[in-house]
């Protein structure tokens, strides 16, 4: 198992649309295991591989009943509201108050190319929320109001410049 940088706001990797995985194997059983490692070295309660650089759609997350690995997830239910204060591995040191669905029920495939179905509330709703939309090209940067995004997009290009 290796630990992997994680990609920050600005790499155009995670701007992508994450490929699907055609069929798990060893390979992608490997990712999940060296997604896995990064994630609790970070530390993290989730990541998506397009954050260290790999454009599949493959996520691992542990809200404190895991780990989990979901391959191609899909979000197939939500309900509420749940407004947060929400963070980024990809954009470290930063969190803001953000509304998303309450409740989430993502399907996909576990690490063994199982079926494999992952729902919950509040934390793990949340989280789910958040990998599938870095599998999707989205940052929670997109989340934020359009105020709120063009404040923390100042104060990312001042701190990238050394201001």
Known sequence: MAVFPIRKFGDPVLSLKAEAVDGVDDAIRH???????????????????????????????DAGDGPFAVINPAIV????????EEGCL??????WSISRAGFARVRGL???????EHAGDELLGRVLQHEVDHLDGTL??????????????RDLREEAMGL
């Open 140 to 153: 929670l940067l997109a989340r934020l109001s359009r105020r709120e995004r063009r404040q923390a997009m």
């Open 110 to 116: 576990d690490a063994d190319g199982k079926p494999v």
């Open 31 to 61: 990712l999940v295991e060296d997604m896995l490692e990064t994630m609790y070295e970070a530390p993290g309660v989730g990541l998506a591989a397009p954050q260290i650089g790999v454009a599949k759609a493959v996520m691992v997350f």
């Open 77 to 84: 239910e939500t309900s509420g509201e749940w407004t947060f």
């Open 90 to 95: 990809s954009v470290p040191n930063r969190f």
